[in-house]
């Protein structure tokens, strides 16, 4: 199972899954992350947390522990 943490700076991937239930789940959906959609790693910080990702046109920056309950392809 690969993860949207598993994902290189500057690569594609497209939402598989999203694991983990109740209000984690409903906010990960609710900043547009929902099955089927593409997102490109824009940047990791320096200190490999948190990651900035553009998905549906706009930049959002999401924590590595939320980046591992989104499984992609």
């Known amino acids: ?3 949207l943490k598993d994902v290189k700076v500057g690569q594609r991937a ?3 899954r ?3 239930e109740g209000a984690l789940k409903r906010r990960i959906m609710d900043m547009g992350i929902t ?4 997102v490109l790693v824009r940047k990791v ?3 490999g947390d948190p990651m900035e ?3 549906r ?3 959002l920056s999401l924590r590595k522990a939320e980046a591992e309950r989104i ?3």
């Open 18 to 20: 999203l694991h983990g």
């Open 53 to 55: 990702l553009n998905v």
């Open 45 to 47: 910080a320096p200190l």
């Open 57 to 59: 046109g706009y930049e």
């Open 35 to 38: 099955r089927g959609v593409e």
């Open 71 to 73: 499984e992609v392809v």
């Open 1 to 3: 199972m690969k993860t």
């Open 14 to 16: 497209t939402v598989a």
